[in-house]
Every structure is written in C-alpha cells, then in structure tokens.
C-alpha cells in the first residue's frame, strides 16, 4: 500500500517552462514533507522540505505548495533548466513514529533545451 | 561534507548466492536505513536501524536481514540471493529522532543471475 501517491510519472518541459509535481497521503500523522532530487548514477539529495503549519516554502526556483485539509502537497520548479532534468521523489515522516520516511513513486522530468 | 558511502557500485552474483552489500557513514549518525529502488516503485524500506545492535523490519524484509556492530556501518545480507532481488540498493542515514533529513549514498547495482 502506497502512503505517498505522486504523479505524474514522467514529465518532458521546454526549457523556462515550469513543471508541477503532485503528492498526496491519507495518514494526518504525517508531520514533515520533503522531496528529494535523483541525478542518474547518484543516490537522492534532499531538495526542498515543509512542515504543515505553513502552505508555501521557496527556495530558489523551487517551491512546495502544501494544502492540509486536502492531504496534498506539490513541486514547482520555476524558470526550468536542462540541468533540473533528474527524478524527483516526494516524501513523508511519521510524527508518532521512527524517522521513517515514506516515498512516492517518483517523476521523471527531461527539461528540453 | 556529509558521507554515506557504500562498499560496490556495481555487482553480480549468482542465484543461492550469500550477498553482503556494506554502508558506511561518517556523520555520526543514529539512523542507518536500506532501502531498494525498482522502476515504477520509487524508494521501499527493507530495514532501518536506530541504534547499535538495534533493527527494524521496513515494509519488504522477506530475503532479506542486517547487521549493525558498529555506529558508522551498516550490512544489508542476502542469505540466499534470488533473481527477484536484482535491484538498485540505497542506504541512508540520519540524525535521531524529529530529524527529516536522510543522507543517501550512491546506491549499490546488483544483478542476480
């Protein structure tokens, strides 16, 4: 049983252009969300992370839109470059258990020069 | 600079073959974890540990078990190595309980023939 559905699970965007990637779970225990950036050949590096109690974060040209009551959270990745083609993975932690994470399925995205 | 390193990138072995894939950090870390990652099912836990001489089952133990002797290292065993088992194997490591971050290495090809 999948804890973190994510999709799409590939993604090809022109270069500037600007992909979203979609997460969403079930369990409210949840208490942090951070996504993790795969470059073939290497394991994943932690991207970008948010906490529940706010509904935005941006760093840089990336940001995670976070909405609570739906149980979804997202990936944006302004101003794309052909260097940001990688797989992205979304994830959750358990507040009540180990640190755990859950991952999603994880997107593939080609940025197109 | 943070490092998780594991002991082959690539590696081949045969069908009731004894497989010992080995991780090593050097951040200190409580938190070892093995995970597997297969096309379409992002990143599954096999086991994680919290302490010396400490595990826990993940969510895909079956095949598998694990060995933690000392802080810095943790083993992922193959006690008899089936073609099912052919995979990209990450470990992970992390700070103790409330952190999100985990550190991964580079990740571990095994080719069961």
């Known amino acids: 049983q999948q804890q973190v559905k994510q999709s799409p699970q590939s993604l090809i965007v022109q270069k500037g252009g600007i992909p979203i990637i979609n997460c969403a779970y079930e369990n409210t225990a949840f208490d942090y969300f951070p996504w993790y950036q795969q470059f073939p050949g290497k394991g994943p590096a932690l991207l970008i992370a948010i906490r529940p109690d706010v509904s935005e974060k941006k760093e840089g040209r990336f940001t995670i839109s976070f909405n609570k009551s739906a149980k979804q959270f997202s990936l944006h990745i302004m101003d794309s470059q052909p260097g940001d083609s990688a797989t992205y993975f979304c994830a959750a932690k358990d507040q009540t258990g180990a640190n755990n994470l859950f991952f999603g399925t994880g997107t593939r995205l080609t940025v197109i020069p | 600079d943070v490092k998780v390193t594991q002991s082959s990138r690539y590696l081949v072995k045969r069908t009731g073959e004894k497989v010992f894939l080995e991780c090593v950090q050097d951040?200190?870390?409580?938190?070892m974890f093995w995970y597997r990652q297969d096309p379409g099912l992002g990143l599954r836990l096999i086991y994680f540990?919290?302490?010396?001489?400490m595990k826990e089952k993940g969510d895909i133990p079956e095949g598998y078990s694990v060995s933690r002797e000392k802080k810095e290292r943790f083993s992922l065993i193959l006690e008899s190595a089936s073609t099912n088992q052919t995979s990209m194997y990450l470990c992970?490591?992390?700070w103790g309980q409330g952190a999100g971050e985990q550190f991964f290495g580079p990740g571990t090809r095994l080719t069961v023939l």
């Open positions: 992970a490591s992390s």
């Open positions: 540990s919290y302490d010396v001489k």
């Open positions: 951040m200190d870390h409580e938190n």
